[in-house]
């Protein structure tokens, strides 16, 4: 099989190293920019599979980058994932407003990174079996609360519906208890892999990757 191609960005190299330690070389073929400038010449030479990139920059900031990839027909298509050490209501908004894929905010964990390559990418794999559940939980983003459902658990992850605007790359942290069990789970946390609106309903429907569970909480 053909080895994808990530592209990172970041004109910090502690950062830029950081990141590429995370992924494993044998399953990518990473490339790097230290700019903004050279991030769009390197997308449109390289075609990348995948971009990481920072927010800011010296020379140009990493949503008005992703701005000019999305805006760019050759370019259109390739997933950018930016990651941010600014304030996140502010910079979430601008990312957003850019295109982004996925935003995640510094320091970025290893395994939250890597779910959200695999699963831009096309390669997420499931390793637990699925089922069909209708469970109430709570669902913690932060300091907001909000009450939803699990339509779909397993192991490693849920499908979940609530009212929260979320993102791919959100970290949350969700309660919940199985059913005929007094024990309240809790999912240290989850990073949420992708959304979408759900009709008329005013709720949002979130795929989440579970990061952080006790082993003997897992549903088997």
């Not at 990473?30 to 020379?59: C, N, V, W, Y």
């Not at 990651?83 to 935003?103: D, L, P, Q």
Request: with cysteine; proline share 4%.
């Amino acid at each position: 099989m053909k080895r994808k191609k990530i592209l990172i960005v970041d004109d910090t190299e502690y950062f830029l190293q950081l990141e590429i330690s995370y992924l494993d070389n044998n399953r990518f073929d990473i490339h790097t920019a230290r700019s903004g400038s050279e991030a769009l010449e390197k997308a449109r030479t390289l075609k990348p599979d995948l971009i990481l990139m920072d927010m800011f920059m010296q020379d140009m900031n990493g949503d008005t980058v992703c701005h000019l990839l999305k805006k760019d027909p050759d370019t259109i298509s390739i997933p950018v994932v930016i990651i941010s050490s600014g304030g996140k209501e502010s910079s979430k908004k601008k990312m957003v407003s850019a295109g982004a894929n996925g935003i995640i905010f510094k320091p970025a964990r290893k395994d939250q990174l890597n779910v959200m390559v695999e699963q831009l990418l096309g390669i997420y794999c499931r390793h637990w079996k699925r089922a069909a559940v209708t469970l109430p939980c709570t669902v913690i983003l932060e300091d907001d609360k909000s009450d939803g459902t699990i339509r779909s658990l397993s192991g490693g992850g849920a499908y979940i519906e609530w009212s929260l605007n979320l993102f791919p790359g959100d970290i949350c942290r969700l309660q919940f208890k199985l059913p005929d069990q007094d024990k309240k789970i809790f999912v240290g946390s989850a990073v949420v892999i992708r959304t979408e609106e759900l009709g008329e309903t005013g709720l949002q429907g979130a795929g989440v990757n579970f990061l952080s569970i006790h082993p003997d909480d897992r549903v088997v």
